[in-house]
C-alpha cells in the first residue's frame, strides 16, 4: 500500500522543479538550443548526426558548454568549431558567445562561476598595486637612494667605457698606428 500524501502529480513535479527558473532563463535556453541544432545540424554532410550526438549543457561567462556521447563527435565538433560558433553569435547576438568547451557524456565536468580573464582589468589593478608601492617608497627615501644609486653605477659604466677606449686607442700595434700618422698628415697636407 501506498501512502495518499506521498504520491505527486507530475504537473506538481515540474511545477517545483521549474519554480526556480525564470521565464527569461527558460526563453534563453531553448533559443540557444534550438540554435545549437539548426547550426549544427546545417554542417554538410554530417551535421544532423552531429546534432543528434550532442546537445548544450551550459552558458556561463560566454563559454557554451556542450556534451557528447563519443569523443570522436567532440572531434568532429571541434573541426567545426569556428562554423559553429560564428552561426550561434549571428543567431544569438544578445547572448555573448565567445567560445564553446565540450565534455563526455557522464563527465562531471562543469564552466567556473568566475568570469573570464579581463586583461585590461588586471593590468589596471597591477598600475594601482605598483603606483602604491612607489609612493610608499618614496615616503622612505628609499626610491630616491635607489634612483642615485643606479645614477652613480651608470656614471661609473660610462667613465669605464671611456677609459677602455682612451686605453685602447694608446695602446695601437706600431705598424698601425704609422699608417694612421702618415693618413693623418696627408689630411692634414691636402687641407692646407
Given amino acids: 500500500m ?8 507530475a504537473s506538481e513535479m515540474i511545477s517545483r522543479v521549474f519554480k526556480n527558473i525564470s521565464p ?11 540554435s545549437w541544432r539548426e547550426t549544427v545540424g546545417s554542417i554538410s554532410r554530417n551535421g544532423a548526426k552531429l546534432a543528434a550526438h550532442s546537445h548544450v549543457v551550459d552558458l ?23 562554423y559553429i560558433l560564428t552561426g550561434l553569435q549571428r543567431k544569438n547576438k544578445s547572448l ?18 568566475t568570469a573570464p580573464f579581463d586583461m585590461a582589468k ?26 642615485a644609486s643606479k645614477n652613480q653605477q651608470a656614471t661609473d659604466a660610462k667613465n669605464s667605457i671611456n677609459f677602455q677606449n682612451s686605453a685602447k686607442s694608446s695602446t695601437l700595434p706600431p705598424e698601425l698606428q704609422q699608417i694612421f700618422d702618415k693618413f693623418k698628415s696627408e689630411i692634414l697636407t691636402n687641407q692646407s
Fill in 122 to 147: 588586471e593590468r589596471a589593478r597591477l598600475q594601482k598595486q605598483f603606483d602604491a608601492e612607489e609612493e610608499a617608497l618614496k615616503k622612505t627615501g628609499y626610491a630616491e637612494r635607489q634612483m
Fill in 60 to 82: 556561463k561567462n560566454g563559454i557554451l558548454l556542450v556534451e557528447a556521447d563519443h569523443s570522436g563527435w567532440i572531434q568532429m565538433l571541434q573541426l567545426h568549431q569556428k
Fill in 24 to 34: 527569461e532563463d527558460m526563453q534563453t535556453g531553448t533559443q540557444v538550443v534550438s
Fill in 96 to 113: 555573448n558567445i565567445q567560445s564553446l568547451a565540450f565534455r563526455l557524456t557522464g563527465s562531471d565536468a562543469h564552466l567556473a562561476e
Fill in 2 to 9: 501506498t501512502n495518499e500524501t506521498s504520491i505527486m502529480q
